[in-house]
């Protein structure tokens, strides 16, 4: 038989999807739901001195009109996912624009947007707003450490490193602001039976959001359940717990009828996060052989006036390379837009700014950029202990990566490679995404008498293939047939789960799926070992095995015994759990490779070829981790190509608030992308040795085709995206 895990097994949810059964959180059927609708502030900075209201409360089907004079009082979560320093709706501060000044509900969704476009709101107090990093560089400072850790770190001496590089580079880059947009915009819906409150929540962190509700309503933590089975899509957006969610339980509250929120586009882009604009400084050095010397690496990020937290952290530059003298920090500048948040992947911003000095450096060199970056490969982590990597293929990943995209092919002048009068460039980027050092999961199994399994943790499905993987986990494990497994999620009454974010869900929960499997299947075993009535009576259940329903002992294969049978005597079913266990550090790794095809005479640039070759562990399914890196290669065309959240420097006010304004890559954008994938366990992961991998290709292939846009073309844009005003600007510039 052939083992389930690595095949690349159809998503089991993947019916539900397309039939339209999957029921999303706002798709639950709750008797007698009002709705709710946000008033959101057209100031970015200010007070609310007046609320007119009269007209919206007198509109039909409205239920009530709620301000910051007369919103429930909510305590702040002191919880890790809450990233908001306020509550909005609490006091008449304004701290951006698009923050929520009241909340509408109605008897319908229709008359509650009606009625909130009749709320007049008026301000005192109002001042100019800063509203981009380049306004503010002189107050950046180094935040506190994160959720991503210290913000700042060094190791060696870079002074003298930078010193005694024969090749020294010192450039900048910039990246915009950029939004998630997933195509399920976030949604709450509160249902409160007496004391206790029934959420359907668009989470990628149940466990999170029933937390931060419990603190922020002040009822017992048992008392709130939270519901999350399917999600249209999160990209980190709906990772931390955002105010409209305590908001509108509170108000369901105060109510005593059910309420739903669902945020509008526009609303999304002010209300759940979002990657803030950034400013990245590299000064690199290198010995004439491309050995590195030193890296200084500042990263200065937007922040907003109540909270501090920076997430595009430099991970890659601090553990990927072999340097002696490194220098990375994160800082920090206030400006008066909302609170930026993680966005997939985290390691983006400052992987392009990495991956394209180098690329820089390699043509200083005069050195093939694959060749320099297998110099200064390394097999330890960077730190003072040495530690060696659990696995880590990336030289095979260069290799194979290479061979696949014919990189020797490759004419090393920029500019030298046409059709015509096209102009084609071939780039490449090294990927790396670190996973790990969260808190795990714990996970729940039952096996009935009739053979067949459940498995329960509360964990979420964000369009990965959770379901279809933690059922090829378990399946595997227990022994049985893939139909007889079912794998439960996105209910807080299950098992404790860290959020579905960071890549961690695969070595998170995958570790405590398997063992919470491995201890049932050992219940089941020792149950027909002490069995008179089973043939495998008397065996050592250590050289009993499970396979496909069945139990054999090893080298008497005939010695054996359905699993149904065994349980169908003993007339109870077998129950095991798991507690949560810290996921150790992973670090999944790639080699990217782009080719750009440019039409000089309007700047347009056409990705026609991507290829990603990845070292993520052992592949639990192919089908699904070849979707995750369709995925972080079609983000990459959107943050090199098109994607930029536009913000009025004047108002501090996005502009481009929607899917007609802010441009994300569509089919026609597209070309092929290949995928290579080592397949190798790495012996520290409990999850079959598989790592968390996710967002792992997002990280080098934006710099990949910049890069390849450089080579094309022999010009350098290190402001993204890479629009065609910006290519035809460099080739007229004398």
């Known amino acids: 038989m052939s083992p389930i895990v690595g095949s690349p097994v159809p998503r089991i949810d993947g019916r539900a999807k397309v039939t339209g059964a999957a029921a999303y959180a706002a798709d639950a059927e709750v008797r007698g739901t009002l709705h709710g609708f946000l008033v959101m502030s057209t100031v970015a900075s200010g007070r609310v001195t007046g609320i007119g209201a009269r007209d919206a409360e007198r509109s039909p089907g409205v239920v009530a009109v709620f301000t910051h004079r007369n919103m429930p009082r909510l305590a702040r979560p002191q919880h890790i996912s809450f990233l908001k320093g306020y509550l909005p709706l609490q006091d008449p501060d304004v701290h951006h624009s698009g923050q929520p000044v009241a909340y509408v509900v109605a008897e319908t969704l229709e008359q509650a947007r009606h009625a909130a476009a009749l709320v007049d709101v008026s301000y005192d107090d109002v001042r100019r707003p800063?509203?981009?990093?380049?306004?503010?560089?002189?107050?950046?400072?180094?935040?506190?450490?994160?959720?991503?850790?210290?913000?700042?770190?060094?190791?060696?001496?870079?002074?003298?490193?930078?010193?005694?590089?024969?090749?020294?580079?010192?450039?900048?880059?910039?990246?915009?602001?950029?939004?998630?947009?997933?195509?399920?915009?976030?949604?709450?819906?509160?249902?409160?039976?007496?004391?206790?409150v029934t959420v359907y929540e668009s989470a990628q962190g149940g466990h999170a959001t029933r937390i931060c509700l419990s603190q922020a309503l002040r009822v017992p933590l048992d008392n709130v359940r939270v519901l999350s089975p399917f999600l249209g899509g999160g990209f980190g957006a709906k990772g931390p717990v955002w105010p409209h969610t305590l908001l509108t339980a509170a108000v369901a509250r105060e109510l005593g009828r059910p309420v739903r929120l669902v945020l509008s586009r526009a609303q999304t882009f002010t209300s759940n996060g979002h990657r803030g604009e950034a400013h990245?400084?590299?000064?690199?050095?290198?010995?004439?052989?491309?050995?590195?010397?030193?890296?200084?690496?500042?990263?200065?990020?937007?922040?907003?006036?109540?909270?501090?937290?920076?997430?595009?952290?430099?991970h890659s530059t601090t553990m990927l390379y072999a340097c002696p003298n490194v220098h990375v920090a994160q800082?920090?500048?206030?400006?008066?837009?909302?609170?930026?948040?993680?966005?997939?992947?985290?390691?983006?911003?400052?992987?392009?700014?990495?991956?394209?000095?180098?690329?820089?450096?390699?043509?200083?060199?005069?050195?093939?950029?694959?060749?320099?970056?297998?110099?200064?490969?390394?097999?330890?982590?960077?730190?003072?202990?040495?530690?060696?990597?659990?696995?880590?293929?990336?030289?095979?990943?260069?290799?194979?990566?290479?061979?696949?995209?014919r990189w020797s092919e490759r004419d090393p002048r920029p500019g030298s490679m046409r059709d015509g009068d096209t102009l084609i460039g071939w780039g490449m980027a090294t990927a790396a995404h670190t996973t790990g050092g969260r808190p795990g999961a714990g996970a729940h199994v039952v096996i009935s008498t009739a053979g067949k399994a459940v498995i329960r943790v509360g964990t979420h499905d964000i369009g990965t293939g959770t379901y279809t993987v933690m059922s090829q986990i378990a399946a595997q494990t227990l022994g049985l047939d893939l139909d007889d497994v079912e794998f439960r999620l996105g209910d807080t009454d299950y098992p404790f789960a860290f959020m579905s974010v960071a890549s961690a869900t695969v070595p998170g929960v995958g570790a405590a799926v398997n063992r919470a499997c491995t201890?049932?299947?050992?219940?089941?075993?020792?149950?027909?070992?002490?069995?008179?009535?089973?043939?495998?009576?008397?065996?050592?259940?250590?050289?009993?095995?499970?396979?496909?329903?069945?139990?054999?002992?090893?080298?008497?294969?005939?010695?054996?015994?359905?699993?149904?049978?065994?349980?169908?005597?003993?007339?109870?079913?077998?129950?095991?759990?798991?507690?949560?266990?810290?996921?150790?550090h992973g670090y999944s790794v790639g080699a990217e490779f782009a080719e750009v095809r440019v039409d000089p005479r309007v700047g347009r640039v056409r990705v026609t070829r991507m290829l990603g070759a990845y070292d993520a562990g052992r592949v639990l399914n192919r089908r699904t981790i070849r979707s995750q890196a369709i995925g972080g290669a079609v983000c990459a065309v959107g943050f090199a190509l098109t994607e930029h959240t536009l913000v009025d420097p004047h108002r501090a006010?996005?502009?481009?608030?929607?899917?007609?304004?802010?441009?994300?890559?569509?089919?026609?954008?597209?070309?092929?992308?290949?995928?290579?994938?080592?397949?190798?366990?790495?012996?520290?992961?409990?999850?079959?040795?598989?790592?968390?991998?996710?967002?792992?290709?997002?990280?080098?292939?934006?710099?990949?085709?910049?890069n390849a846009i450089h080579h094309a073309t022999g010009i350098r844009i290190r402001d993204l995206p890479i629009t065609p005003d910006k290519l035809i600007r460099r080739t007229n510039t004398p």
């Open 130 to 196: 800063r509203a981009a990093v380049a306004d503010a560089m002189d107050e950046a400072f180094v935040p506190p450490a994160g959720l991503a850790g210290p913000n700042e770190s060094t190791r060696g001496d870079v002074a003298a490193g930078l010193a005694r590089a024969d090749v020294r580079i010192d450039v900048t880059y910039t990246t915009p602001m950029h939004h998630h947009n997933p195509l399920e915009p976030s949604t709450t819906t509160a249902d409160w039976d007496g004391g206790r």
């Open 280 to 314: 990245q400084r590299l000064r690199i050095g290198a010995g004439r052989d491309g050995v590195l010397t030193a890296i200084d690496h500042v990263g200065t990020h937007q922040v907003s006036r109540t909270e501090q937290g920076v997430f595009s952290h430099s």
């Open 331 to 405: 800082q920090a500048v206030r400006l008066d837009l909302p609170t930026p948040s993680f966005m997939r992947p985290p390691e983006s911003v400052g992987s392009f700014g990495l991956e394209s000095a180098l690329d820089e450096l390699s043509y200083a060199l005069d050195l093939d950029p694959v060749e320099l970056r297998l110099r200064n490969h390394t097999a330890v982590k960077p730190d003072p202990a040495g530690a060696v990597f659990g696995s880590k293929n990336l030289i095979e990943c260069y290799r194979q990566g290479a061979a696949r995209f």
């Open 519 to 584: 201890t049932a299947r050992r219940a089941v075993i020792d149950i027909a070992v002490a069995d008179p009535l089973s043939p495998l009576y008397g065996a050592s259940a250590e050289e009993v095995s499970a396979e496909g329903g069945i139990l054999y002992e090893t080298g008497r294969p005939r010695r054996r015994e359905a699993v149904r049978a065994v349980l169908a005597r003993h007339a109870e079913p077998v129950e095991a759990t798991t507690d949560p266990v810290p996921i150790p």
């Open 653 to 706: 006010r996005i502009v481009n608030p929607n899917l007609s304004g802010y441009l994300l890559p569509v089919n026609a954008d597209i070309p092929r992308i290949e995928t290579v994938f080592i397949d190798e366990p790495d012996p520290t992961s409990e999850a079959l040795g598989a790592r968390g991998f996710g967002e792992t290709p997002g990280t080098g292939m934006t710099a990949a085709i910049g």
